[in-house]
């Protein structure tokens, strides 16, 4: 079985406010410019990983083949009782993958530091030398197939989306979350989350086709369910 999942967090300003003291800033956008000078390793100013807190998390369960199974999901405030959902649904299966676009360089490093602040431990699968490794096609990371472990730049999944002729990003954009979290938004932040796996989904369908993993007819099948599902994800009004 197969994990495909992704995360949606805004800034941890409570953390950050003390990790940047004395640093005086009134409002929590005049922090997360400051944090977003002192701390992002980025020209963009996104912070890393350990200043951010979870507010969604969707996943969707696929088997060997990439036939989908189950979707799971959470959203809300309390970030603890998020992360021991996410950790009872890993403990689904003993021997489980990941597939997710950009997971290793934020999704599951993110993961490590939250259940560290609260507390909790996390499967042991995730420590596992199968997903740990590298180059583990237990544990596959869009970006890194794609740029060939960073020996090319790395693509967007927007851009992908675009290249294969599917809109990807049609629901919301990642800087758009802590707007949404901020009015209380949180279902929508979970449907934009949705999106996101489904796209990297149709991604990896691509992908095992490319390179002729799946057969022509296993690809259409399972590329035009997704795809149906993609534009009923895309299609729904709040």
Request: aromatic share 12%.
């Amino acid at each position: 079985m197969f994990f495909v999942f992704d995360i949606e967090s805004v800034p941890d300003f409570e953390f950050i406010r003390s990790v940047l003291e004395p640093v005086k800033a009134n409002t929590e956008d005049e922090l997360l410019e400051v944090a977003s000078e002192e701390l992002a390793r980025n020209k963009s100013g996104f912070l890393p990983p350990m200043y951010h807190r979870m507010v969604s998390w969707v996943g969707l369960w696929i088997d060997n083949n990439g036939e989908p199974k189950q979707k799971v999901a959470w959203s809300g405030e309390d970030e603890r009782d998020g992360l021991i959902q996410l950790i009872d649904t890993l403990a689904t299966f003993k021997d489980f993958g990941l597939i997710h676009h950009n997971g290793r360089g934020f999704d599951i490093p993110l993961i490590m530091y939250r259940a560290m602040k609260h507390g909790l431990q996390l499967p042991a699968r995730l420590n596992n030398h199968d997903i740990r490794y590298r180059y583990s096609q237990h544990n596959i990371d869009l970006v890194d197939e794609f740029s060939n472990y960073g020996a090319s730049s790395w693509p967007k999944l927007k851009h992908i989306g675009k290249l294969i002729g599917i809109p990807f990003k049609q629901t919301g954009e990642g800087n758009e979350v802590l707007k949404m979290f901020r009015e209380n938004r949180l279902e929508e932040i979970e449907h934009y989350c949705y999106e996101d796996v489904m796209a990297t989904y149709l991604v990896w369908l691509y992908l095992r086709f490319t390179t002729g993993v799946l057969s022509e007819a296993q690809f259409r099948q399972l590329k035009d369910r997704a795809l149906s599902k993609l534009k009923e994800i895309q299609e729904r009004e709040f």
